[in-house]
């Protein structure tokens, strides 16, 4: 199936977050299939981008769709989409994989394998489906190769260096563009309040 | 002079792509910062955006996997329940306690009929109303009882059914000195609940009246 079909069969944001509710509150099964179907595949892309190999990335996806199942009861549709929270699911997953696998050798340290970064829940009360179409609209208002910046910003092990064989840049002037996109980003994300 | 970390430090923050150390001082400033908190909410957001576009690698057979995963650890939970070992180094919706149970202990499990398990929680009442996990295999009927004052059950796993229907995980029944039932649980797993007892059952049967001094429920 290409991505395009796939589209099409979408479940929309808020189908999505109900699914997540369903499988807190009902332990629905056929709800959590729904979230496995559309997230579990996009996991693995995600981490085979960050650098995993194929066997790690598959784990990872499943690890994230597992910690969904188990967390279900902390989402809160409110402040987050479910896109936004099985992101930071997987990314804080990947990120501990990481860490502990540079301390082997080392015992184990419950305290270190915490939320290594913040949760996605401001205390704001922006909701989270105006959330996600402002950083829509604001990605969408960005050059290409700005676009292109965030992109490899997220979803390559070595961003710099990827970001400068993309756009064909030294190194040295990868930081700078950076600096740019990011900025460019935020003012978008404010015009859109 | 510049207060807050750059969009470019908060958007790598929030990409995952900050090593622990910068990671701690953006996250320490965070905490005490709800600006910063919110503009690393976008950021997340934004990564849940992108994720969205990222295309679909194959995870063939990996739903069915998981969910035998997921099977083998819930039953392992319950297990852990059982035999009075605290389960501990998780945090607690790993094991789908609830939290309102956090930090109590958790007793021996002890024999309470056949296919029938209890297990009390240290739970100093002050009407000494007992509060314990019982465990009831599939198909199993308790004994019909009545009661000697209220009991509340939660099902945590599994169902049961009476007279009245069908009562699954997060059910919530109520019983008093006016009702008398014979819950029977469904085929399939463990019926798991967690009760508080106030007096005593009153089983009907003589047998199980019998038997049920040496229970001490």
């Known amino acids: 199936m290409t991505v395009a079909e796939d589209r099409a069969l979408l479940p929309d944001a808020a189908a999505l977050a109900a699914c997540a509710v369903a499988s807190a509150v009902s332990r629905d099964r056929q709800s959590f299939a729904v979230l496995y ?4 595949p996009r996991v693995k892309s995600y981490a085979l981008r960050l650098g995993a190999p194929i066997a790690e990335a598959e784990e990872i996806a499943q690890e994230t769709l597992l910690a969904v199942w188990r967390k279900a009861g902390l989402f809160d549709a409110a402040k987050a989409g479910a896109s936004t929270w099985i992101f930071t699911i997987a990314r804080n997953l990947f990120i501990d994989r990481r860490r502990n696998a540079r301390r082997s050798g080392e015992v184990a340290d419950a305290a270190l394998s915490a939320e290594p970064v913040d949760p996605a829940t401001p205390d704001t009360a922006l909701q989270a489906d105006e959330r996600e179409r402002r950083v829509r609209d604001a990605i969408a208002r960005l050059s290409p190769e700005q ?12 961003p710099q260096t990827q970001i400068a064989d993309t756009l064909g840049i030294p190194l040295g002037t990868v930081k700078s563009r950076v600096r740019l996109a990011a900025e460019k980003l935020r003012q978008y994300l404010e015009d859109c309040r | 002079m510049t207060a807050h970390p750059s969009e470019a430090t ?11 150390a910068h990671a701690t001082v953006v996250s320490a400033h965070a905490e005490t910062c709800p600006h910063c908190r919110e503009r690393l909410a976008d950021f997340a957001a934004i990564g849940g955006v992108l ?3 990222l295309p679909l690698a194959s995870m063939a057979g990996g739903f069915d996997r998981l969910i035998e995963r997921i099977d083998r650890e819930e039953n392992a939970v319950v297990e852990a329940v059982f035999t009075g070992a605290r389960p501990r180094g998780g945090p607690a919706d790993d094991i789908r306690l609830p939290a309102a149970l ?5 007793g021996r499990c002890r024999w309470m009929g056949p296919g029938m398990k209890y297990a009390r929680v240290g739970i100093a009442d002050e009407n000494g109303v007992q509060l314990v996990f019982l465990s009831i295999a599939p198909g199993r009927a308790m004994p019909e009882h009545g009661h000697s004052g209220r009991e509340f059950t939660l099902v945590l796993q599994g169902s049961f059914g009476d007279a009245r229907g069908r009562f699954v995980a997060g059910d919530f029944a109520e019983e008093d000195e006016d009702t008398e039932h014979t819950p029977v649980v469904a085929a399939g797993v463990d019926c798991i609940c967690l009760a508080s007892i106030e007096g005593r059952m009153r089983p009907r049967s003589l047998v199980a009246r019998l038997v049920q001094p040496f229970i001490g429920l």
């Not at chain 1, 179907?37 to 579990?40: L, V």
């Not at chain 2, 956090?102 to 958790?106: F, G, K, T």
């Open chain 2, 51 to 53: 994720l969205e576009e």
């Open chain 2, 10 to 20: 908060l958007m790598a923050h929030a990409a995952g792509q900050l090593g622990r």
């Open chain 2, 102 to 106: 956090d930090r109590l202990p958790v």
């Open chain 1, 37 to 40: 179907r559309h997230f579990a």
């Open chain 1, 147 to 158: 676009q292109a910046v965030i992109r490899l910003s997220y979803f390559s092990e070595t």
